[in-house]
């Protein structure tokens, strides 16, 4: 069934160099050989010459593979702008008939297709619980989003704050219209205080926590659970609809990131400035009012751009829900951690200053 990249038809190098380059002439897999270069710098020692070259080997099989001849290669080798040594499935539709994989009963196989554009929630993705089974539907129905079991089961009180969540916090036409978020998993690997949840680009998924994290259901807001998903869903919008070009635009206008930008060379969403601490991080861990002049909305923001502009996603979210739900000052002063140390973990979603809460919502807007 395998089908080959007719242009890659020949001989496999047999050096490290030899199979990089053929790794570079497949669509799609210029980044991972670019990040392989820097993986490699920073660890030189991580792995034997002859241990990567069987790697890279591996790699080349997999990547030529392509059972639909549609262009997009079935697997990736790149996860989370890292090399891995994990394949993911990097063609949604696999076998190209028209059925995306998780929705597929065969998805090798093109004869078997399931339905393109299901309406009601498939069979094999709902729970047994009713009051998990309604809110799965409510979610696909709603907003075309598979909330799936992976590890653990899904919680109630976290899929019942993620609809609260999407309807509330964003208009409904910018959740359909994000192809960066189609799922969320329960995960046994997450908890409810510190590894809350994490968005996987190449799977367009976010995980987090079920049964495990979060066993009493509950009607009730609750302010982390939506407040991560809210950052995750910021993760997946920048990965989908801004360009490295304007992630440095906006960074550098509202959140004095000028200096990260160092390196010369073509920006990627993936390169190094964006994954670069802020200049000011180490002063005081950036307290007010310096935080709120950079639009920090917490000081984790401070990590990266990439987490500095998912907070401020989230703010912009958290915000508007208050003001969708007329929630008013009580919600604003619930939007602030004040923590009883200084160097532990604060957040301040009044943070997000006017102009990029504009700019955030003047990019949402064609979407709306
Ligand atoms: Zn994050």
């Not at 490290?16 to 570079?24: I, P, Q």
């Not at 020692?45 to 997999?62: N, Q, S």
């Not at 968005?199 to 259901?217: E, R």
């Not at 964006?274 to 007010?288: D, G, K």
């Amino acid at each position: 069934v395998w089908q080959k990249v007719p242009a890659l038809d020949g001989e496999v190098p047999t050096g490290e160099s030899g199979l990089l380059r053929k790794l570079s002439e497949i669509k799609t897999y210029s980044p991972f050989v670019t990040s392989y270069h820097s993986w490699l710098a920073q660890r030189p020692d991580a792995l034997e010459y002859d241990d990567r070259v069987e790697w890279l080997k591996c790699i080349l099989f997999f990547a030529e593979q392509d059972t639909d001849g549609d262009g997009v290669p079935d697997w990736t080798a790149l996860i989370d702008g890292n090399p891995s040594r994990v394949l993911y499935p990097q063609d949604s539709d696999i076998d190209g008939d028209g059925t995306d994989n998780v929705l597929d009963p065969a998805p090798f196989n093109a004869k078997v297709k399931g339905r393109r554009a299901p309406i009601k929630l498939p069979a094999h993705v709902k729970d047994s619980r009713p009051e998990v089974a309604v809110l799965q539907a409510t979610l696909f129905r709603k907003f075309g989003i598979l909330a799936i079991n992976h590890t653990d089961r899904h919680s109630p009180a976290v899929l019942r704050n993620l609809l609260l969540l999407l309807e509330h916090g964003f208009t409904s036409r910018l959740i359909r219209g994000l192809g960066g978020f189609r799922y969320i998993y329960a995960f046994a690997g997450h908890d409810a205080r510190i590894n809350i949840a994490a968005y996987h680009a190449v799977a367009n998924a976010i995980s987090i926590g079920g049964m495990q994290a979060y066993p009493a259901d509950t009607r009730q807001l609750q302010l982390p659970i939506i407040a991560t998903l809210a950052h995750e869903i910021g993760h997946a919008f920048l990965m989908h609809q801004i360009s490295p070009g304007e992630l440095k635009q906006v960074s550098e206008n509202y959140g004095d990131w000028r200096e990260v930008f160092t390196d010369p060379t073509e920006l990627t969403l993936y390169s190094a400035a964006f994954f670069t601490p802020h200049p000011r991080r180490r002063l005081a861990s950036i307290a007010p009012p310096d935080a709120k002049k950079s639009n920090l909305i917490s000081g984790y923001a401070a990590t990266n751009i990439h987490e500095w502009f998912a907070d401020a996603f989230a703010a912009a979210a958290l915000l508007r829900m208050g003001e969708a739900r007329r929630l008013g000052q009580e919600w604003r002063e619930r939007l602030v951690e004040v923590p009883s140390r200084s160097k532990d973990y604060w957040v301040n979603y009044n943070n997000l200053s006017d102009g990029l809460l504009s700019w955030i919502r003047n990019k949402l807007r064609p979407q709306i």
